[in-house]
């Protein structure tokens, strides 16, 4: 049994619209695609499209936000397995990688995220989608720039040199200060100093606490305030 699609993308795609391509409908999907009865698959950004065998068949995304798609174009810069991937030239499981990783947006929509409709309108996903999802990942082997142009990838536009078509404004020179003026700067007079707030006797002690060593019984910290206080009395 070949299973159509050979490369990340291509693999990426057929399994996640195609969950079980050991099953019946998947071989009859492959077996459509064998016999030509896949017509040109018409390629928009959220929609691909086909006749297939006489029924008219979609399967559709939202694309991947522009913003994250530039976000991840500036960052493939300088890349040039990446870049090439972001260019439609190669197929990436890093790019795919790091789209979900990153940005939790994939390159490839998981199964949930993917619409599917066939005129047949059979319930549960028919040959016609099948045949579609297959044919579809063919051509992604021989362009991957199908699956970016179908996702909305693009490449961003150039922005124009603002240098060039944004004129300079003139600038009007702003006023110096007159520093040849022989006039010392005197500053405004300073308050009056504020008598300083004694502590309290052995405020030290009493903020470090206990010392743990005994002296005759008692904790050191005490004696020593009470010689503190004593100093105090007699001063």
């Not at 944004?166 to 007159?178: F, H, Q, R």
């Amino acid at each position: 049994m070949t299973r159509p699609g050979h490369g990340p993308w291509a693999r990426l795609l057929a399994t996640a619209v195609v969950r079980d391509e050991g099953s019946a409908v998947a071989e009859r999907g492959r077996t459509l695609v064998r016999e030509g009865e896949v017509g040109p698959v018409e390629v928009e950004q959220g929609t691909l499209a086909a006749n297939v065998a006489g029924y008219s068949v979609a399967i559709t995304a939202n694309p991947v936000p522009p913003r994250i798609w530039a976000a991840m174009a500036r960052f493939a810069r300088g890349n040039r397995p990446l870049n090439e991937a972001v260019e439609g030239r190669a197929q990436s499981v890093h790019l795919e990688h790091l789209m979900i990783e990153d940005w939790s947006e994939p390159l490839v929509p998981r199964p949930y995220e993917l619409g599917r409709s066939c005129t047949c309108e059979q319930q549960d996903l028919c040959e016609h989608v099948a045949a579609l999802a297959f044919a579809v990942a063919d051509g992604i082997d021989a362009d991957p720039s199908l699956l970016l142009r179908w996702r909305g990838c693009v490449a961003a536009p150039e922005l124009p040199d603002e240098a060039a078509t944004v004129p300079t404004p003139e600038l009007t020179p702003e006023p110096t200060a007159d520093l040849t003026d022989d006039d010392p700067w005197c500053a405004g007079a300073l308050p009056e100093p504020r008598p300083l707030r004694p502590l309290p006797v052995g405020a030290v002690l009493k903020r470090l606490g206990p010392s743990g060593l005994q002296l005759r019984g008692d904790d050191l910290a005490d004696v020593l305030q009470r010689a503190y206080a004593s100093f105090a009395e007699s001063a």
